[in-house]
């Protein structure tokens, strides 16, 4: 009985020993030099590529500038993710935003938004307290100061799946963003970018 | 006073002949920009021809590096652009971001950035090896 009760104490603590010698120890994405291999679903090294070449294009097209220099006045419109992965569009369009606003073309409105995520409720909130007299009505923001966004920024992210003669799996990516003309319903700018993958059959792309 | 003649002769061939060879000695080396930095792993197998930059439709300047690949098999690389400001201070951009690019065997490529400020045009290149 000790005999069986002692063998059966060593495999369990060999099989936990062996298990835990199994795994992959966490460690931080080193982002300047990752050489970790290229996954099957969009990861931040796809978005960057993408903004890059989008942000590059924009930039380059000169129809940001204005004569007399002012920026515009930009919302963010509706990015749709037609693709079975469940992202958010914002870490598509946020380093685009920072890079145009940064480039003192454009200044982004959260006034107004096609979604929520990119409203600050607190523009509201702020006016909703004109005559209360708590408040002192000399910080309060007066009407008529908002400024309406002349461009929008929209677009689309899609995902093609097809299958390749021996099994494998070929992902198509594509990455399509405008610049809408509000006033004249004219667009301004647009940009497709692709990403391709190659993977086995059997990957989860989700 | 022939044997003097032919002395002189053979001499100025020879000395014609070295200043002609010096026109025609191969430095095989490649062009030198101080902004440009090649890793030393494939500076070997690349060489950055040129650096070109215009400003185009946009005040943004855009620049080109022409690469070529030396050797007769694909090159995978990665390069960054850095821009710096009139302090010398990197400007935070997409760009600095490495980027990956291919070049076939004896063939040239041109590596795109766009300044993220308009005017600016101090930068440096880095290339290295790609995965």
Known sequence: MKKTNWFTVMVAGATGLFLAGCTTPTTNIDTHNDTAGAVAGIDYRDLRRVTSDMINSLLASGRLTRPNGTPHVMTIGKIKNDTTQRFDTDTLTAQITEELTNSGKVLITSAMAATSDNRDEMITTTRSVRGDAEFNQSTVAGQGQLLAPTLSLSGKIIQKDIAMDNGDKQIEYYFQLRITDLVTGLQWWQKQVFVGKRTDRKTPIW | ?131
Not at chain 2, 30 to 52: K, L, M
Not at chain 2, 91 to 115: E, F, H, M, R, Y
Not at chain 2, 123 to 129: E, P, S
């Open chain 2, 1 to 131: 006073m022939k044997q003097m003649k032919a002395y002189v002769l053979a001499g100025c061939v020879a000395l014609l002949g070295m200043i002609g060879s010096i026109g025609c000695v191969s430095t095989h080396s490649a062009p030198v920009d101080r902004r440009v930095t090649v890793a030393p792993d494939v500076s070997s197998s690349v060489w950055v021809t040129d650096v070109r930059y215009g400003q185009g439709a946009s005040d943004h300047y855009t620049l080109q590096a022409n690469v070529v690949n030396t050797t007769s098999s694909i090159q995978k690389l990665k390069y960054r652009v850095v821009w710096l400001n009139g302090e010398g201070i990197e400007v935070a951009s997409t760009t600095s971001n490495w980027q990956d690019i291919s070049i076939s065997g004896k063939d040239i490529a041109g590596l795109k950035a766009v300044a993220p400020i308009p005017g600016l045009l101090d930068f440096r290149i880095h290339i290295k090896a790609g995965e």
